[in-house]
């Protein structure tokens, strides 16, 4: 049985009381539903429950079940995206945005991001409500497997905070050490998301010492190219 502070693995479809898919963790259901984005990261997602990992709404439902459970539970407002308030609106004249803004587009003023709602003149008028806040949402999802190695657990954390997975890593005691490739180091959401792993590795999994190691590795290409331009000096030198 499911409860607070568990490791699972699970997959869900999202959608609106109209029917209309706004998210899922299948690509084969995004396509179908013209939301594909091929910068998303599609496939089972790890959460810890009552972590906040997935909307509060799920997070709750999840509470009780067994793995391989499937269903769907209705999500209000209050525990999805929050209640829509015709207050969050602000209007801004149109030299405050870079380029030619237009309706519908998500644009960024200072630290908010809204929704542009109308353009009357000069005058940009722009919604900061969440695009789902008021709504309803129906979550059809199936709970996969429950985590129990420690092991796993912390590979879990790197993928819910960095998205990144990591498949060389040991614990030993209380100290873990985790490789990571060194493109890992070019990724912000990596270099952000690696502090939130340790937070909630010492927190969650009692560790006390983690080792983020850096792992270069020479391509075979560059390898070949090595070797060829060693050969190309050797053949100039000899002639």
Same mark, same amino acid.
């Given at each position: 049985?499911?409860?607070?502070?568990?490791?699972?693995?699970?997959?869900?479809?999202?959608?609106?009381?109209?029917?209309?898919?706004?998210?899922?963790?299948?690509?084969?259901?995004?396509?179908?539903?013209?939301?594909?984005?091929?910068?998303?990261?599609?496939?089972?997602?790890y959460a810890v429950v009552g972590e $906040?990992?997935?909307? @509060?709404? #799920?997070?709750?439902?999840?509470?009780?079940?067994? *793995?391989?459970?499937?269903? !769907?539970?209705?999500?209000?407002?209050?525990?999805?995206?929050g209640e829509y308030d015709p207050n969050k609106k602000d209007s801004f004249s149109m030299t405050k945005f870079k380029e030619k803004p237009e309706v519908g587009q998500r644009v960024r003023i200072g630290d908010k991001i809204?929704?542009?709602?109308?353009?009357?003149?000069?005058?940009?008028?722009?919604?900061?409500?969440?695009p789902l806040a008021g709504k309803n949402l129906i979550f059809q999802y199936e709970v996969k497997e429950k985590l129990e190695k420690l092991e796993d657990k912390l590979k879990a954390l790197f993928v819910?905070?960095? $998205?990144?997975?990591? @498949?060389? #890593?040991?614990?030993?005691?209380?100290?873990?050490? *985790?490789?990571?490739?060194? !493109?890992?180091?070019?990724?912000?959401?990596?270099?952000?998301?690696?502090?939130?792993?340790?937070?909630d590795a010492f927190r969650l999994l009692n560790l006390k010492e983690i080792q983020i190691v850096e792992k270069f590795e020479k391509k075979a290409e560059e390898e070949k190219k090595t070797e060829e331009?060693?050969?190309?000096e050797v053949q100039k030198t000899e002639s």
């Open positions: 049985m499911i409860s607070n502070g568990d490791f699972i693995r699970l997959s869900y479809t999202a959608k609106l009381e109209t029917g209309e898919v706004i998210d899922t963790t299948s690509a084969e259901v995004a396509k179908e539903n013209g939301i594909f984005n091929e910068n998303t990261r599609y496939g089972d997602i $906040g990992h997935v909307l @509060k709404g #799920l997070d709750e439902d999840l509470v009780g079940k067994e *793995v391989g459970y499937r269903g !769907e539970v209705k999500i209000p407002p209050a525990k999805a995206f809204g929704t542009v709602e109308r353009i009357v003149g000069r005058r940009v008028v722009v919604d900061f409500n969440h819910i905070h960095t $998205g990144l997975e990591v @498949k060389n #890593l040991a614990v030993e005691g209380e100290k873990a050490t *985790v490789e990571v490739p060194n !493109e890992a180091y070019l990724n912000q959401l990596f270099l952000l998301g690696r502090y939130r792993v340790v937070r331009t060693k050969s190309e």
